[in-house]
């Protein structure tokens, strides 16, 4: 089990990121909650880890605080939740507004969240409201105040792209996803940004 990474970032692009360390590069997938918390490329970090073993693959995910972590973890437990769709879920809200919608039984906020139908929401509340009682919130970690010169960074081409492969990777829908970039990108806006006010604009 990975449950720790510590290194240097040698390239992301949401909701993808390469860590290097010691020499080995590892990938790590982040809510997007947690990828905009990122210092810039060539700076340390230092991200709690959940490892998934598939037939198929081997995936890593990453988080910028324990409780993240633990919420991730809680519901990749639930009923016809996996590792994408928990993804999803922490890039469309923070892990305290994930929590405080289950505590509330607002089904109406998590349904506009990629994947997540009616009958799902309804039993993320029923399933989480007694797990997620004691439920601390969250306090990301430092990830260092050092910003180096971005080190073996790839340049980004076009931030309206690189936001719509974002968006779709976290289970959006081509039409959706790209209607939310559409609508609120502005010529100065950088890839980021662009999810951010995507994000926002959906939920």
């Not at 998934?52 to 409780?67: C, I, K, P």
């Not at 039409?175 to 950088?190: G, P, S």
Request: hydrophobic share 45%; net charge neutral; aromatic share 6%.
């Amino acid at each position: 089990m990975i449950g720790r990474i510590q290194g240097t970032i040698v390239y992301k692009q949401a909701p993808d990121l390469l860590v290097d360390v010691q020499g080995v590069g590892y990938e790590i997938q982040l809510p997007m909650t947690c990828f905009f918390e990122l210092p810039a490329v060539g700076s340390e970090v230092s991200l709690w880890t959940h490892f998934v073993v598939r037939e198929d693959a081997q995936l890593l995910y990453g988080f910028n605080s324990m409780n993240e972590r633990a919420l991730f973890r809680q519901l990749i437990k639930a009923q016809g939740v996996g590792p994408k769709m928990a993804l999803a879920i922490m890039s469309g809200m923070s892990a305290n507004q994930f929590v405080a919608s289950v505590q509330q039984g607002d089904v109406s906020t998590l349904v506009k969240i990629p994947g997540v139908g009616k009958k799902t929401a309804e039993r993320l509340v029923v399933e989480m409201r007694d797990r997620l009682k004691d439920f601390a919130g969250t306090s990301p970690l430092e990830n260092g105040g050092q910003s180096p010169e971005p080190a073996m960074m790839v340049a980004m081409d076009n931030p309206l792209d690189d936001a719509l492969s974002a968006l779709l990777a976290l289970g959006y829908k081509p039409a959706h996803a790209e209607k939310a970039v559409k609508k609120v990108a502005t010529a100065d806006m950088d890839s980021e940004a662009i999810i951010r006010q995507a994000l926002k604009s959906m939920v």
